[in-house]
Structures are given as structure tokens and as C-alpha cells.
């Protein structure tokens, strides 16, 4: 499995982007799939994932400011961020689980106020 993100860049607060993740494999589950973030000095935290089909949990900091989808056509997670703010300053990772993590590179996202 191999997951390449991207889509990140430079954004003044309050405004948007939206990261792509093409995953590569056989058997991808996209239910098994998430978007992670790492500020610097900070641990990696999750940003948004599937739990099914029409189900994602978000993480505290961002809820109702992004939403996660895919497009399995394409084998392609994106995840759209709105109302961006300083603090979502990061490397974002988009992840896949099956017996055990697979990570992107990461895609960075810097927000300057």
C-alpha cells in the first residue's frame, strides 16, 4: 500500500484548502482510511477519519470546520478544511489501517495570521 498526499501550502487564516490522497494497493478498504496532522513540537493528532461509508468521527479542534471524503473511482481521500486558523499549522498524513498503519509522506499546511 502506498499513499501519496497532497494539496497543502501557504493560506491566510479564515480561508480553505482542500488535500487530495491517492492511495495505491489491492483490496483498499476506504473505510479504513483518515487524515492525521503533526505541529511542530506536538504529537501527530487525528484530524478526520471513516468509521463506514457515511460515518467519521472528526477531532475536537476541528470539528465543523472540515469534512472528509472520497472518491473511490479515483482511489482518492481528500479532506476539505475551511475557517483555517494558525494552529492547524502542520505536516497533514493521510492514513491507512489494515493489520497494522500505513502513513503518506505528509503535506505541509502553514497559516499565517
Known amino acids: 500500500v502506498q499513499l501519496q498526499a497532497s494539496g497543502g501550502g501557504l493560506v491566510q487564516a479564515g480561508g480553505s484548502l482542500k488535500l487530495s490522497c491517492v492511495i495505491s494497493g489491492s483490496e483498499i478498504n476506504f473505510d479504513n482510511m483518515g487524515w492525521y496532522r503533526q505541529a511542530p513540537g506536538r504529537q501527530r493528532e487525528l484530524v478526520a477519519k471513516?468509521?463506514?461509508?457515511?460515518?467519521?468521527i472528526f477531532g475536537e479542534p476541528v470539528k465543523g470546520r472540515v469534512t472528509i471524503s472520497r472518491d473511490t473511482t479515483k482511489n482518492t481521500l481528500y479532506l476539505q478544511i475551511y475557517n483555517l486558523k494558525p494552529e492547524d499549522t502542520g505536516v497533514y498524513y493521510c492514513?491507512?489501517?489494515?493489520?497494522?498503519?500505513?502513513w503518506g509522506q505528509g503535506t505541509l499546511v502553514t497559516v499565517s495570521s
Open positions: 471513516f468509521r463506514s461509508f457515511d460515518n467519521s
Open positions: 492514513n491507512y489501517f489494515a493489520n497494522g498503519d500505513y
